[in-house]
């Protein structure tokens, strides 16, 4: 692993690959296109590079604050989460301009890689593996591209960014073709990838994920058959190829050190951190709380009814009043439930909830992913304060702070706002790591794991009309060992599922207990077409104080392409209903 991670920062420090300048122009001692392409070694260098790519903030970096523009999640940032949810969002964003750019240097990166490999006099396997890996990451980022903004215009390995910069000016493909140049990509990843690397290269892409994202692409666009056949080549392993993919079984390690590389991650961010060598996440600095090392912003945070949904330990869905009754109702209960008072020293608390107790007693009676996933009120997490780990406590209250051993909703007053914060990938204390950074953390983040395979299976079943297979496979993610949930069709009426219907409203449940904080559910709730129903609305915390408005129109399917890109190339089109 060591070895991949170094080799990407030899490639960032030696070459950028961005076309940002021509290799070309070089005093006779440096590095030039026509001296650079020439060993193995500086293949590899290369393809890195565009793994590299992935980190771009816009692009996967912070992913996981996409949950804040659907259903599942809550946000405020200066970045864009806030004026997506609430219809502010234009072609002049920065966000928008940001996504587009990025994700076209990671294309740009692959097309290089592509273009210059191919004609290198090196092994031929080696070279097919490593344009194997450019083609998958290529149609990753088409992907991404396609996502927000529908057809984009498509540039591939005969585009030249250094010497063709200037006239790149095509006008958009249509999201058909689009399509089919990721679907003919991923296909020869296929063909070229590996079942397995060895150790030294672990994170690479694999034939797994190649099957698993064209899976993806072909479930998006409603193919369901075809979705099935490359969802069941890794899940069924028909020929015995070896893939070895399974379900990790502590739900809440997989987003720690120490379960992040397991068998379930079929394709994730690898990263690193060394000080001097910074390849982390910044799960501290958007996810995190003031209790958090780096004192972090809590920009991402869960949504009441993310918290909300998650069943009972026996399956049926969670209601409050079935716990401390009246409080659907009734604010005044709510308060008892939640609010507490410290002593006058503001260093401890004088009285916890008058129905402290039975708020406790509920958690132990929940699906246990939603105490793995958030930070609930009255529960502990290990922070880092005053340059220490410190065992923090969270609590809404009047007067709490970090330094007396607290953790403080940063964007919003724990004693104005009542809201939750994520546990899930959150580093606790300083992980053992000497300086540590809040931009850095070292857990990989995954782009596709074996449970979404599963689930995305499941969907491609039930549309089928193979409800029994979809059962079976949401089962399987439902009962992993530390979850243990019943599963569906498995006795009491509230586990029935016996229509299409049914059965589809199962699948989108467990995605969103399954997902959070993975930037899945947004992407989801489009392609369902239910994003309008549900992201039209008002965003409160748990006593129902309203904070911002939800809004999602039908142009909303689409991202305004920028208005800079049109700018610069008037040979795009605008989505319907921007401008």
């Keep these: 692993m060591k070895k991949i991670i170094l080799g990407i920062l030899i490639s960032l420090f030696v070459i950028s690959l961005t076309g940002c300048y021509d290799l070309?122009?070089?005093?006779?001692?440096?590095?030039?296109?026509?001296?650079?392409?020439?060993?193995?070694?500086?293949?590899?260098?290369?393809?890195?590079?565009?793994y590299v790519a992935m980190r771009q903030t816009e692009v996967f970096s912070q992913l996981f604050g996409m949950d804040c523009v659907s259903d599942i999640g809550f946000g405020y940032d200066a970045q864009g989460y806030l004026a997506i949810s609430n219809g502010t969002f234009t072609s002049t964003s920065t966000y928008a301009s940001n996504r587009w750019a990025q994700t076209y240097e990671g294309v740009f990166r692959t097309n290089n890689v592509i273009r210059n490999v191919q004609e290198m006099d090196i092994n031929e396997e080696k070279k097919s593996q490593i344009i194997g890996q450019a083609k998958f990451l290529r149609s990753l980022f088409y992907f991404f591209l396609m996502q927000h903004f529908g057809g984009v215009p498509l540039y591939d390995e005969t585009t030249d960014y250094?010497?063709?910069?200037?006239?790149?000016?095509?006008?958009?493909?249509?999201?058909?073709?689009?399509?089919?140049?990721?679907?003919?990509?991923?296909t020869e990843a296929i063909n070229n990838l590996p079942v397995k690397w060895g150790s030294a290269d672990s994170g690479r892409a694999t034939k797994g994920a190649a099957y698993a994202?064209?899976?993806?692409?072909?479930?998006?666009?409603?193919?369901?058959?075809?979705?099935?056949?490359?969802?069941?080549?890794?899940?069924?392993?028909?020929?015995s190829k070896g893939y070895g993919y399974e379900l990790y079984p502590n739900y809440a390690d997989l987003f720690t050190q120490t379960g992040h590389r397991s068998s379930e991650m079929i394709f994730s961010i690898q990263t690193y951190f060394q000080?001097?060598?910074?390849?982390?996440?910044?799960?501290?600095?958007?996810?995190?709380?003031?209790?958090?090392?780096?004192?972090?912003?809590?920009?991402?945070?869960?949504?009441?009814?993310?918290?909300?949904?998650?069943?009972?330990?026996?399956?049926?869905?969670?209601?409050?009043?079935?716990?401390?009754?009246?409080?659907?109702?009734?604010?005044?209960?709510?308060?008892?439930t939640l609010r507490a008072t410290l002593a006058a020293d503001l260093k401890s608390v004088a009285s916890y909830p008058e129905y402290y107790d039975e708020l406790l007693a509920m958690y132990e009676q929940r699906?246990?992913?939603?105490?793995?996933?958030?930070?609930?009120?009255?529960?502990?997490?290990?922070?880092?304060?005053?340059?220490?780990?410190?065992?923090?406590?969270?609590?809404?209250?009047?007067?709490?702070?970090?330094i007396n051993g607290f953790i403080v909703v940063n964007r919003?007053?724990?004693?104005?706002?009542?809201?939750?914060?994520?546990?899930?990938?959150?580093p606790e204390g300083d992980m053992g790591i000497s300086g540590l950074s809040r931009?850095?953390?070292?857990?990989?983040?995954?782009?596709?794991?074996?449970?979404?395979?599963?689930?995305?299976?499941?969907?491609?079943?039930?549309?089928?009309?193979?409800?029994?297979?979809?059962?079976?496979?949401?089962?399987?993610?439902?009962?992993?060992?530390?979850?243990?949930?019943?599963?569906?069709?498995?006795?009491?009426?509230?586990?029935?599922?016996?229509t299409k219907e049914e059965v589809f409203k199962r699948i989108m449940h467990e995605r969103a207990v399954e997902f959070p904080a993975e930037g899945l559910r947004y992407y989801d709730i489009k392609r369902w077409g239910v994003a309008k129903a549900l992201m039209n609305g008002d965003?409160?915390?748990?006593?129902?104080?309203?904070?911002?408005?939800?809004?999602?129109?039908?142009k909303d399917n689409l991202w305004p392409i920028p208005s800079s890109e049109i700018d610069k190339n008037p040979s795009l089109t605008q989505n319907p209903g921007w401008q």
């Design 439 to 498: 931009d850095h953390v070292p857990i990989d983040f995954p782009i596709i794991r074996y449970a979404d395979v599963l689930l995305m299976l499941a969907e491609c079943y039930n549309e089928q009309g193979k409800l029994g297979d979809a059962v079976q496979y949401i089962n399987m993610v439902r009962q992993r060992p530390s979850v243990n949930m019943p599963g569906i069709n498995s006795g009491p009426a509230w586990l029935e599922a016996r």
């Design 275 to 336: 000080v001097g060598y910074n390849l982390g996440m910044p799960y501290a600095h958007y996810m995190g709380s003031n209790a958090c090392i780096g004192t972090s912003w809590n920009n991402v945070m869960p949504s009441v009814e993310l918290v909300d949904s998650y069943e009972c330990k026996d399956g049926k869905p969670f209601n409050w009043n079935d716990f401390i009754p009246g409080y659907n109702e009734s604010t005044e209960v709510r308060v008892k």
């Design 213 to 239: 994202l064209r899976g993806k692409v072909y479930l998006h666009n409603k193919q369901y058959d075809l979705a099935a056949k490359d969802f069941e080549e890794i899940v069924l392993d028909p020929e």
């Design 412 to 426: 919003y007053s724990n004693s104005t706002y009542y809201l939750y914060l994520y546990r899930k990938f959150v």
């Design 539 to 554: 965003a409160t915390d748990a006593l129902g104080n309203h904070i911002y408005y939800t809004k999602f129109e039908d």
């Design 162 to 186: 250094n010497k063709d910069y200037m006239d790149m000016l095509k006008p958009r493909n249509s999201e058909e073709e689009t399509r089919a140049f990721i679907l003919k990509d991923l």
């Design 367 to 402: 699906d246990p992913r939603m105490k793995e996933t958030i930070i609930l009120p009255y529960t502990h997490y290990m922070g880092y304060v005053g340059g220490k780990n410190t065992l923090c406590e969270f609590v809404y209250a009047t007067g709490i702070t970090t």
């Design 24 to 50: 070309d122009r070089f005093p006779q001692d440096k590095l030039s296109s026509s001296t650079y392409w020439n060993t193995e070694e500086q293949a590899v260098q290369a393809v890195n590079a565009c």
